[in-house]
């Protein structure tokens, strides 16, 4: 069974940071697009950003545009999520996913096959 594993979450200030990351089997990361979404409490899962294989390219929603960094590490099999200027409307649980399709249509794709299995990101006020 195929698992990703987030890390990284946890409770911090407005205007604050913190780095996510997750973990990918390696014949998954050199193959797959992968991306990160979130969910806030009472609200539906919504995509954050998605990176190219190479690292090279990447595609964001609008509300962490400026403010968010997806990265990935070849070597490692690893996906980061860089969070500066936090607002308490980023609090939500954060996601990586995984999936065939590439990572240009993951913000609109339906049912992606790998997910992790959550961190919580909370932003006080």
């Known amino acids: 069974q195929v698992q990703l594993v987030e890390s990284g979450g946890g409770l911090v200030q407005s205007g604050g940071s913190l780095r996510l990351s997750c973990a990918v089997p390696g014949g998954i990361f050199s193959s797959h697009g992968v991306a990160w979404f979130r969910q806030a409490p009472g609200k539906e899962r919504e995509f954050v950003a998605s990176i190219s294989l190479t690292g090279r390219n990447a595609i964001y929603t609008d509300s962490v545009k400026g403010r968010f960094t997806i990265s990935r590490d070849n070597a490692k099999n690893t996906m980061h999520l860089q969070m500066n200027s936090l607002q308490p409307e980023d609090t939500a649980d954060y996601y990586c996913?995984?999936?065939?399709?590439?990572?240009?249509?993951?913000?609109?794709?339906?049912?992606?096959?790998?997910w992790g299995q959550g961190t919580q990101v909370t932003v006080s006020s």
């Open positions: 996913a995984a999936d065939p399709r590439p990572y240009t249509v993951l913000s609109t794709s339906p049912n992606l096959k790998y």
